[in-house]
Structure formats: C-alpha cells, structure tokens
C-alpha cells in the first residue's frame, strides 16, 4: 500500500523559517512527480510546488522565491524549505503524488498533513 | 491564471437523493478537471479525473461530466457516508487552481 507521511510542521514566527518532510513507502520519488498542496483554515486546497522525478521543479507565484522543493532520492524523502513566512502561509500541508495519463493530471495519493502555524 | 467557480456552496438532501454540484472554469480546459472528496479532518480523496473518469476504488454513483468550461458531478444516490466537502479542480495549466468547495449535508 502507498503511503505518504509528512512531518515538520509546527509553530513558528512571522520571517521564520521551516522545513517539512515526505517520506513515501511503496513509490520511488525518483520516478514519481510530487507536489506539496496547502489548505488554510476554512478553505479550499491550493497546490504549491511540484519536483518532476528528474529534478525539475515549479511553484505557485505566492511561495516563489520564499519556498524550495527538493528531493534526496536515497532517502526516498521530498522536502519543503520554507522561509519568510508570514501568517498567509499559516495551513496543512499535504504531500501528495501527482499521476499523469494522457488525459490529464490528477493528485491522487496524498498524505495525512502537517500543521504550519504562522503567529508571534 | 483560471478561477474556478463551485455551486451551490453548500447544500441539504436526503437520502437517496440525486445530487448535483456544479463548477465552472473562467475559460475553456477542455476535460482537465478533477472532483476531489474531503472529509472533516482528512486529506481530499480522488474521486474523479479528465472530467468523467472514476477514480479506482470510487463508488459508481459517483459520475462526472461536462467540457470546456461547464462540469457537474453526481451522486445518484446520496449515502450517508457521503457527508463531505467536495472540491474541483483544474489541470489545464499550472497552478491548477481549486474550487472554493460545496459543502453536502443531510437533510
């Protein structure tokens, strides 16, 4: 069975930073597009950034140039560095796979969340 | 970047009901669009992708249609274990926006 487990999250200042984790089991982040999606309090997901199994990676405009995705492809662990944060970024924030058929794309596994608190 | 519009934002129905939650795009994405379930304190469940195709595992009275910039989906007969909030979602083009969510309850 995938799994996806996240860790890191917690509370921090405003201009702080953070780094959370996504271990998957049962899929090779080598060779699998994984994208971090945030949901704020009360709504709707957002995605934020996408690694491409080669190494390629993309951000929503609101975390460019603050966040960076990453991966260790021996540790089978995809990172979230965070810095300057500020409390718009305050959310879960999910690892989830992202499948690609021809048809479209779609998040299709993604993993229990962690809370990142954003508060002086 | 495309907004995506959901409707109604919530709604109440019986069981055994037909629903039908609406959603559309600010221009034209052809199929690329997915309906996601997410239960209170859960992550978004996949229930369908490319518009009408259901996601493994997804009961059939699940259904997704539409193109372009107008997609509804169903739930033929509503279930009690379907109480959640039901979002859209666009995959045409970074940074494949959501939908602000409809909330289903029961009557």
């Known amino acids: 069975e995938v799994q996806l487990v996240e860790t890191g999250g917690g509370l921090i200042h405003p201009g702080g930073s953070l780094r959370l984790s996504c271990a998957p089991t049962g899929i090779s982040v080598s060779h699998t597009y994984m994208s971090w999606v945030r949901q704020a309090p009360g709504k709707g997901p957002e995605w934020v950034s996408v690694?491409?199994?080669?190494?390629?990676?993309f951000y929503a405009e609101s975390v460019k140039g603050r966040f960076t995705i990453s991966k260790d492809d021996s540790k089978n662990t995809v990172y979230l560095q965070m810095d300057g944060l500020t409390h718009e970024d305050t959310a879960i924030y999910y690892c989830a796979r992202r499948s690609d058929w021809g048809s479209g794309v779609a998040f299709d596994i993604w993993g229990q969340g962690t809370r990142v608190t954003v508060s002086s | 970047d495309i907004q995506m519009t959901q409707s109604p934002p919530s709604l109440s129905a019986s069981v055994g009901d037909r629903v039908t939650i609406t959603c559309r795009a600010s221009q034209s994405i052809s199929t690329y669009l997915n309906w996601y379930q997410q239960k209170p304190g859960k992550a978004p469940k996949l229930l369908i992708y490319a518009a009408f195709s259901l996601q493994s595992g997804v009961p059939s009275r699940f259904s997704g249609s539409g193109s372009g910039t107008y997609f509804t989906l169903t739930i033929s007969s509503l279930q009690p274990e379907d109480i959640a909030t039901y979002y859209c979602q666009e995959t045409n083009n970074n940074p494949f926006a959501f939908g602000g969510g409809t909330k289903v309850e029961i009557k």
């Open positions: 690694i491409y199994g080669g190494g390629s990676t």
